[in-house]
């Protein structure tokens, strides 16, 4: 596609164009082909942005235009939101420590010590561990085939930590593995609370601006000299609360979720697979990191354990209810 000119304003408006002319299911396509490119490259920007801030200070720095945002989105929806909390404040609250905190805290500590590209593929089995509290759950049928996908993924997830940048497997370099695999972790549990929640009929947006407004509180306490330094660096603040903050985590997560109303559950969960791809890709070219072969067999057996555990024998959920088939995380 060429746009007219060349200028940013006929290429939004070609796309916009573009959009109208498909369907529903196209628009989705095209919206979660877009989340996806945004979500792979955040691993490569986080990592990036932690060469001159502390973990801490990223992530208050990431957050504060995300968290400004969905407090003046509250203050006019204040009736719904006290509804929210005295109906569900334990899950509420948990979700938000979890799912905003926790997953965002995880990550970027844990990028300390792990390339981005192995980052990608640990927080890429974040599905694996929503399937498993399914079943511990009793809201899913335990099934082969998914368990021999996990097996894969997680065998093909040491391979990767130990091959990746072909120097030895040491303790420190594994207690960032773990750090990272916190995030997902985190994710799977956010997961699983917001679904009882909004399968209780509370709207999306609300929930998603709610645990966003409670879930970045904990990161003002981890105020530093690195924020202050940042705050005078507009290339940093391009990156982290520009790209970071308002695209790949608010706009991104808004999006993802526009597109799951209007797209099929197998189609989202092959959207996921293709976030870690992308993730190598960018990491590759943009902060020259280097994988073996054994990493590259390594990370095909990750990715094609998360696509059978997304994509094999998946069923559709009635349409009435919040759907998340995939269990991604916002990056």
């Not at 300390?112 to 593929?121: C, D, F, I, K, P």
Request: hydrophobic fraction near 50%; include cysteine.
């Amino acid at each position: 596609m060429v746009c007219s000119g060349g200028s940013p304003v006929a290429f939004f408006a070609s796309m916009v164009a573009m959009m109208r002319g498909t369907g529903q299911r196209g628009q989705a396509l095209l919206v979660m082909s877009a989340v996806t490119l945004v979500w792979s490259g955040a691993f490569a920007a986080l990592k990036y942005s932690l060469a001159s801030l502390t973990p801490g200070a990223t992530v208050l720095l990431r957050f504060i235009p995300v968290w400004l945002l969905c407090a003046l989105y509250l203050i006019p929806r204040r009736r719904e939101l006290i509804s929210l909390l005295k109906r569900h404040p334990g899950r509420t609250v948990a979700a938000s420590l979890l799912g905003v905190a926790g997953y965002h805290l995880f990550l970027a500590y844990g990028l300390e010590g792990v390339t981005s590209a192995a980052s990608s593929l640990i927080v890429g089995c974040g599905s694996l561990f929503i399937y498993l509290f399914s079943v511990l759950s009793r809201t899913e049928r335990p099934r082969l085939v998914r368990f021999i996908g996990i097996v894969f993924a997680l065998g093909g997830l040491f391979v990767v930590l130990r091959y990746g940048s072909g120097a030895k497997l040491n303790l420190e370099y594994l207690g960032y593995a773990l750090i990272v695999l916190g995030a997902p972790l985190s994710w799977s549990a956010y997961t699983v609370l917001t679904k009882k929640i909004l399968n209780d009929g509370y709207d999306v947006n609300l929930l998603t601006a709610t645990t966003f407004f409670f879930g970045c509180l904990p990161a003002f306490f981890l105020v530093d000299k690195t924020f202050f330094e940042a705050l005078a660096s507009p290339g940093t603040l391009l990156l982290v609360p520009g790209y970071l903050g308002l695209i790949a985590s608010l706009a991104g997560y808004l999006g993802w979720n526009w597109a799951l109303k209007r797209s099929d559950p197998s189609q989202v969960a092959a959207f996921i697979v293709l976030i870690p791809v992308l993730a190598h890709l960018w990491s590759y070219l943009f902060l020259d990191e280097r994988l073996t072969w054994l990493a590259l067999l390594g990370g095909l057996a990750v990715l094609g354990g998360v696509a059978a555990v997304n994509l094999v024998g998946r069923e559709s959920p009635p349409r009435t209810q919040f759907r998340d088939p995939s269990g991604s995380a916002p990056r």
